[in-house]
């Protein structure tokens, strides 16, 4: 459905029970997804040549894939599904639950606007932060010391 559908290239990292499926759906595409499962260094390589992340995962206990992607500099583009734990700055990272039309348009806005997705891209890193081992153990550690300090 995006404009941008010829310049698309559809990467799925992974080799789960939808491969067939997703092969089966995407005859016809002009680029075909790419299915693999990569290694950590793979994957690292294949984030930096993307522009987009798109997180459509109907279930996400929590998010790790997309806080991953953010903080390698993508810009993700996140299901607004009530079971998921993904993070969205605002809207505009968001596509309405299962709507590949929405989805569409979203792609398409931060492929138009390249200059707000670099900067868009900054706030995610920045954003990703408080999320790092350092920072999630020293909040575990508070939690611990109130936790064992309070008895």
Avoid at 19 to 38: H, M, V, W
Avoid at 113 to 119: F, I, L, T
Avoid at 120 to 147: G, I, N, P, Q, W
Wanted: proline fraction near 3%; charged fraction near 30%; aromatic fraction near 10%.
């Amino acid at each position: 459905m995006s404009k941008y559908k010829n310049r698309i290239q559809l990467i799925f990292a992974g080799d789960g029970d939808y491969k067939s499926s997703i092969e089966r759906d995407a005859c016809g595409l002009i680029n075909q997804p790419i299915i693999r499962t990569y290694s950590r260094p793979e994957l690292l390589e294949v984030i930096a040549t993307c522009d987009l992340y798109v997180h459509a995962a109907n279930e996400e206990t929590e998010g790790i894939a997309c806080l991953e992607a953010a903080t390698c500099g993508l810009v993700p583009i996140i299901n607004d599904s009530p079971n998921s734990a993904a993070y969205a700055i605002d809207e505009k990272n968001l596509f309405n639950y299962n709507d590949a039309a929405d989805l569409a348009e979203k792609i398409d806005y931060w492929l138009d606007h390249p200059k707000e997705r670099n900067e868009r891209s900054l706030e995610y890193l920045d954003f990703t932060k408080k999320y790092s081992l350092a920072e999630s153990m020293s909040a575990m550690e508070k939690m611990f010391k109130l936790v064992i300090y309070k008895q």
